[in-house]
């Protein structure tokens, strides 16, 4: 069964403090790798997609990178707008559209 | 203006009611979808359609309709509401169903069933 798990379920650092997010894969023929952002009482949020290993995309303070079994959402330096809930999804070869998220990860950042 | 729009925001129902919630969008996508996300915040393809055809229908409830009336337009009605349809529904919509195109979500529709 095609499966996304994403890791720790909550984190929470300090203003500065940089680390990162896990999302791994079990999956048939993944086709792309998303990020989304996700905040209170809103829509997801479209941040990253990532099509092959080895790929890393960058955008402000976020980098989203992947490999063949997992994909890892480095934050450097968060601030407290960092604080969201993060989702990984996975695109499948076949899949017509539909996408398979992971539960999150709940980001606190705290001043 | 909002790209994925969908009404009510909110919506508080007796069980056993017929409800419907609407979704718009003004991207021009050929694509749009139903995502449930339940209390543990898992998101799950619920329906999708493609230029008006019903291409994706996930083990959903027949009590849970959707209709496009056109390409910018997705509804969701739900007979005979029961407490565990208590969720929040978000719309979405993306170019195409390739499996690479990202999705554009609305910003959801809190369903609670007393």
């Known amino acids: 069964e095609d499966q996304v798990t994403q890791s720790p379920e909550a984190l929470r650092l300090q203003e500065g403090e940089s680390s990162s997010l896990n999302c791994s894969y079990t999956?048939?023929?993944?086709?792309?790798l998303f990020w989304y952002r996700q905040d209170p009482g809103k829509g997801p949020e479209f941040l990253f997609t990532?099509?092959?290993a080895g790929e890393e995309k960058e955008k402000e303070r976020l980098k989203a990178t992947l490999t063949k079994k997992e994909s890892f959402l480095h934050i450097t330096a968060p601030k407290p707008e960092d604080s969201a809930t993060y989702l990984c999804?996975?695109?499948?070869?076949?899949?017509?559209?539909?996408?398979?998220f992971g539960k999150g990860t709940k980001l606190s950042v705290k001043p | 203006d909002t790209a994925v729009s969908q009404t009510p925001k909110y919506l508080v129902t007796q069980m056993g009611n017929d409800k419907s919630i609407k979704c718009e969008q003004n991207?021009?996508?050929?694509?749009m979808y139903w995502y449930k996300q339940d209390s543990k915040k898992f998101l799950k393809i619920m329906f999708s359609?493609?230029?008006?055809?019903?291409?994706i229908n996930e083990t959903v409830p027949n009590r849970f309709s959707p209709k496009s009336p056109d390409k910018a337009h997705l509804n969701l009605h739900i007979n005979s509401l029961e407490l565990g349809d208590s969720a929040v529904y978000f719309c979405?919509?993306?170019?195409?169903?390739?499996?690479?195109?990202?999705?554009?979500f609305g910003s959801g529709t809190q369903l609670s069933v007393l």
């Open positions: 999804a996975a695109g499948l070869r076949g899949s017509q559209g539909n996408l398979i």
């Open positions: 990532l099509y092959s």
């Open positions: 999956v048939s023929g993944l086709r792309g």
């Open positions: 979405a919509s993306s170019q195409s169903t390739a499996p690479w195109e990202k999705l554009f």
């Open positions: 359609y493609n230029n008006k055809e019903l291409i």
């Open positions: 991207l021009g996508h050929d694509t």
